[in-house]
Structure formats: structure tokens, C-alpha cells
């Protein structure tokens, strides 16, 4: 066999492998959940049922660019809408490289305050591409368009504060698609699940991402039994400083009867909801 046939052959080869590459990522008619194995921190991508693309939180660092890029077209820059829950550095760490790289349609923040460096670095970030952003509005439901509803549970007004402890104000969404949901609560603690409760908020969600990484100051047994879950996605660096996830939310979840799986040992998390 000839060098060149040996070449062609091996291009043949690698074209098939991105044709069927790209293939697999297209839309495919279902609303698709990625929890991001992003080390200790959180990111989540959703790909809608006809390729809308939304990520809520980008992890610590430019690894999420990654992580994301396994799941979309290797001709696809858009990004639909980016949702930046608080201004903790384990969730907006990514967002700048992301800015940069990718054509993100809005941003939506929780309106804290904060002066660290890297949350001013994604601000101005966000300005010099001119990205429209908004504000939560738990009165108003984003509506992507293609059966997907994004529910803005919390807060329940932006959150205006500079604190140096944002968890509590973090932007949790529920969404929303055909008769299937999935609750994204960010970093939020026991007293602010009890507040959502007392609301009245709808959390009911077969899916949950855990509310801090599984911190045991977090899904409270009334918090857990409103939303009712078959399972909990949680996402935490393996042999994290923090104890993410504790033993006693661990137990609490078994307790519940939850099901519960771990980015720290299995890798990116993945669902598929109302599928035709």
C-alpha cells in the first residue's frame, strides 16, 4: 500500500469519526442536563429540545470550556443564555474564558455586589461584549421558546447586597419541560430552603442538583420532601477541603430514599427529559 493511499485512508477515517461526532450532538427533540465534572464547584449545561443552549454557572476555572465543548457542535460559538447564580468564585470562575470564546446571547445575575477581582474581571467582561443582562424575576418565567421553561424560584428580589457570604441570595431555577422538572438551587442554605417553602413556590423536581455541594447545612428534610426527587445530582471535587458531600445529607438522602450520584466519582452527570 502507497503512502498516499495510506493518507487518504486515514482521512477518511477521521472524517467519519467527527461526521458521526457531530451527529451525536445534534438536537434531538429532548431538553438534555449536564451536571459538569469542574473539580469542586458548580456548572451545569442544558441543550434544549431544538439545540437552544443555557449554562447555569461555570465552575472555578477555563475547564468548564471543555467539558461544555464535549456536548456541542465544533462549529458552534452561541450560547443561548448564561445564568451566574452568586458571585462565589467555585461558580463564575470559568465565566470570563467563556465570554471570550463563546457569542452568549444574555446573562442573568442575582444582582449582588461584590468588589473581588474576579467577579469585577466577568463584569467587565460581560460589558465589553455588550451582552444584554438581566435581573431574577420570580413572578416571571423565561421561556426558551421550544417547550422549556426556566422558573426563577429565588431570590425573590435581587439581591442587592455586598456580603461575604452571597450563598443564601443564589439564583435557583426549576426547569421546566413537558411533565418532567429539575431544580437548580445553587449554594443555598437551610434558611433560605425554609424561606422558598414558606413562599409557596412549586419546587416539585424528579431532578435535583444538590443545594451546596451536599454541604450538611444544606437539603433539609422539609426542603427535600417538597421537592420530592428520584435523584440527586452532586457536584463536588473529589477530596474536597470542604467535606463536600457530608456523610450526614449522605444519610438523609438514603433516609428519603434518594437515589444520589457524584461528579467526584463518576464523571459528568447526565439526563434526558421529556423526550418525544
Known sequence: MSLRSIWIGLAIVALSAVTLREI???????????????????????????????????????????????????????????????????????????????????????????????????????TKHSVPVMLPDPGKDIDIGDGVLLDIVWPRGAAYKDSLDSNNEGVTVRVLCGDDAALLPADIEEQTERAILRSGADVRSGILVAPHHGSKTSSSTGFLLAVDPFVVAISAGKGNSFGHPHAVTLRRYDTLRIAHHLTAEEGTLQWTMCAI
Not at 39 to 47: E, H, K, P, R
Request: glycine fraction near 10%; avoid cysteine; aromatic fraction near 4%.
Open 24 to 126: 451525536s450532538v445534534l438536537p434531538d427533540g429532548a431538553l438534555h442536563l449536564y451536571v459538569l465534572d469542574i473539580g469542586q464547584g458548580s456548572a451545569n449545561f442544558l441543550v434544549t429540545p431544538s439545540g437552544h443552549t443555557i449554562i447555569v454557572d461555570t465552575g472555578p476555572d477555563a475547564s468548564v470550556l471543555e467539558e461544555i465543548g464535549k456536548h456541542l457542535s465544533l462549529f458552534s460559538r452561541q450560547i443561548d443564555l448564561l445564568i451566574l447564580s452568586h458571585p462565589d468564585l467555585d461558580h463564575i470562575g470559568g465565566a470570563v474564558e467563556l465570554l471570550k470564546r463563546y457569542n452568549v446571547g444574555h446573562v442573568l445575575l442575582n444582582g449582588a455586589v461584590r468588589k473581588t477581582a474576579a467577579y469585577k474581571a466577568v463584569l467587565a467582561e460581560i
